[in-house]
């Protein structure tokens, strides 16, 4: 063979191995760049040494590969069949913003983020209930995990809302409606749990309550012995409790700047201990305001007399006019007066 036809030997040999780098390229390039790429096995290269005789020569010719012919060409070029091909990244999608925030606290040593719906250690509700004098109760509730929070106490019919402080505590003094007290306490989302305490002096108190949802304006109003309004011995929730003297008191449960408040107001009044005797008027009083002007509202009564069971009353009536609103409704015929002998 001429050194003509084999330097085209080489030639179309190039040509070729160029063609197949180009293409095996172009495949990786269209290739999706999400995916990594499988990663490179070592290729062994076998180079063939045919034996070539040139003419005229007496002896077999120099081989004369395509490696050693282009070796200048070839130096800063990689074929894809190469024995140390190059690896090409492949284009991994970006983490999400939040996934790098993660990285980057762990990075400083800070703690990952807390699921805030996963449950939590040490959110249990406790409440305690203890006697105190004049057959009052401090109910204590403790809520770690219900800062600021709205819950319901039930008391033998009666109902009101509180409101948690905002290390989710809460304590009210409650007039006890039973020897035997039983305070149910509730949040909005079911959690709550019971306390119990042991009243045995309930049943030398008279005691009327009045209970209503919203802001009614509802009082109870007793006037003592023949008091007249403002005067001494009329008792109300506005009125300073002079819970010491032989006098009554009004306690006023509830809160309510919350959602749909539950109220109540308590007058009681220490019949099985007093040394007076006479009556005692009263009356129950709502003031007219925007809120109930015009249309029917309701209530309920609740009393515990002369060591009787409780007795609960459903109360309805109808507000005047927006033009009144200021002024109050009184109304003496809902509960009875309290009649009281000296003991």
Not at 123 to 144: E, F, W
Request: with cysteine; charged share 15%; net charge negative.
């Amino acid at each position: 063979m001429s050194k003509k036809n084999m330097f085209v030997m080489v030639g179309g040999t190039l040509t070729c191995a160029l063609a197949i780098g180009f293409f095996m390229q172009r495949g990786e390039s269209a290739s999706p760049r999400n995916l990594m790429p499988p990663l490179p096995t070592k290729i062994q290269q076998v180079v063939l040494k045919p034996a070539v005789t040139l003419k005229g020569s007496a002896g077999p010719a120099p081989l004369m590969t395509a490696d050693v012919a282009t070796q200048s060409d070839m130096q800063n070029l990689v074929l894809a069949s190469s024995s140390a091909p190059v690896m090409i990244s492949a284009s991994l999608p970006e983490k999400p913003h939040w996934a790098q925030k993660q990285v980057q606290a762990s990075a400083q040593g800070s703690a990952p983020p807390v699921d805030p719906v996963s449950p939590q250690l040490g959110c249990d509700v406790t409440a305690t209930a203890t006697p105190g004098d004049l057959a009052m109760i401090s109910l204590k509730v403790t809520a770690p995990c219900f800062p600021n929070e709205r819950l319901t106490i039930h008391h033998s019919g009666m109902m009101f809302t509180q409101v948690t402080d905002p290390a989710g505590d809460m304590s009210v003094n409650v007039p006890a409606l039973n020897d035997r007290a039983v305070f149910i306490v509730a949040f909005g989302d079911g959690k709550g749990t019971v306390a119990i305490a042991n009243a045995p002096d309930v049943h030398k108190f008279d005691r009327v309550a009045v209970q209503w949802i919203g802001n009614l304006g509802f009082q109870v109003h007793a006037r003592e012995f023949g008091a007249s309004y403002g005067e001494v011995g009329h008792v109300w929730s506005g009125a300073k409790a002079d819970t010491q003297a032989e006098s009554g008191f009004v306690t006023r449960l509830g809160v309510s700047d919350t959602l749909l408040p539950q109220m109540a107001e308590v007058y009681t009044f220490p019949s099985g201990t007093t040394s007076m005797s006479g009556v005692v008027a009263l009356s129950i009083e709502a003031e007219v305001t925007a809120n109930n002007c015009g249309r029917d509202i309701s209530a309920q009564s609740l009393e515990l007399r002369d060591r009787s069971s409780l007795r609960i009353r459903d109360l309805a009536l109808a507000m005047p006019n927006c033009d009144a609103v200021g002024d109050f409704l009184v109304l003496n015929n809902l509960v009875e007066d309290l009649t009281i002998a000296s003991r």
